[in-house]
C-alpha cells in the first residue's frame, strides 16, 4: 500500500471482530512506533497492553465503577472540557453521523450510555493499549505520544489491522490504575482498541470529513 493510500485507509473502527492478535505481532507494530520521533529523543511513552483474563478484569471493573461513580468520568491531568468554534460544530457533525450509523436517536440517554461504555470494552477488540505518561513532563511531551499513536496506528493498517484511539480512557482511571499497577508518577492519558474491522458492522462506514488546506494553513514568503 502506497503512504498516501494508507492515510485515506487508516480510519477508527468502533466494532471488531473477536479473532486474535498474536503477541508478537503487537511487539513488531510497537518496535515501528518507537520509530517516531520525540522532543530531544527522550521517548516518553509507555504502553500498558491488554488481552486474555487481564483485558477482561480491566473491561468488568471499569464498567462497573462507572454505573456506580458516573461523577468519576474526569481525566487527572488538566484538559479543556469546552469547545468553540470551529470545533464544536465538527465534532457535533461526527457525533451525528456515528449515532445515526448506531440508529441511536438523539436524546435517547440510555442508549447513548451503553455506547459510550463499548470504549471500555475496546470496542470487543481483542487487546487493548493504554497509553500513560510521567507527571513531571511538559505539555510537549503529550505530542511525542500522539506521534507515537499515530505512527502505531499506521503500522497497523499495513498489516491489516484496525486501530481506535480512545480519549475516554483518562476517564475511570482510578480502576485502570489499579488493575495494571500503573504508577502513581504517571498520567493515564488515552486508549486505544486494537484488532480486525467487522466490515459488516454499519459504524465501520463512518469517514470522518476533513477541512481543506485552505481553512487551517497559512502560508508565508510564497
Known amino acids: 500500500m502506497q503512504f498516501d493510500q494508507l492515510l485515506h485507509a487508516r480510519k477508527s473502527v468502533r466494532v471488531f471482530k473477536p479473532d486474535p492478535v498474536p503477541l508478537a505481532l503487537v511487539e513488531e507494530l510497537l518496535t515501528l512506533a518507537s520509530r517516531a520521533p520525540s522532543g530531544t529523543n527522550i521517548q516518553p511513552w509507555k504502553v500498558h497492553v491488554v488481552a486474555g483474563e487481564v483485558r477482561a478484569r480491566l473491561e468488568a471493573e471499569v464498567l462497573a465503577h462507572r454505573e456506580t461513580n458516573p461523577a468519576d468520568a474526569a481525566a487527572e491531568f488538566p484538559r479543556m472540557s469546552k469547545r468553540k468554534e470551529p470545533y464544536t460544530t465538527r465534532m457535533r457533525t461526527l457525533g451525528k453521523e456515528m449515532y445515526s450509523l448506531l440508529e441511536i436517536p438523539k436524546g435517547d440517554q440510555a442508549a447513548n450510555w451503553a455506547q459510550w461504555g463499548r470504549n471500555y470494552k475496546f470496542f470487543d477488540a481483542p487487546v487493548g493499549l493504554i497509553f500513560t505518561i510521567d507527571k513531571d513532563l511538559d505539555a510537549m511531551s503529550f505530542l511525542d505520544i500522539g506521534m507515537f499513536m499515530q505512527t502505531f496506528m499506521l503500522a497497523a493498517k499495513t498489516r491489516g489491522l484496525d486501530t481506535?484511539?480512545?480519549?475516554?480512557?483518562?476517564?475511570?482511571?482510578?480502576?485502570?490504575?489499579?488493575?495494571?499497577?500503573?504508577?502513581?508518577?504517571?498520567?493515564?492519558?488515552?486508549?486505544?482498541?486494537?484488532?480486525?474491522?467487522?466490515?459488516?458492522?454499519?459504524?465501520?462506514?463512518?469517514?470522518?470529513?476533513?477541512?481543506?488546506?485552505?481553512?487551517?494553513?497559512?502560508?508565508?514568503?510564497?
Not at 483518562?170 to 488493575?179: E, G, I, P
Not at 480486525?196 to 476533513?210: I, K
Open 164 to 222: 481506535c484511539a480512545q480519549g475516554a480512557w483518562n476517564n475511570f482511571w482510578s480502576v485502570t490504575r489499579r488493575v495494571l499497577d500503573v504508577s502513581e508518577d504517571e498520567y493515564i492519558i488515552v486508549g486505544m482498541s486494537l484488532g480486525y474491522a467487522d466490515e459488516t458492522a454499519a459504524v465501520n462506514t463512518l469517514v470522518a470529513e476533513r477541512e481543506p488546506v485552505s481553512s487551517f494553513a497559512t502560508f508565508h514568503g510564497f
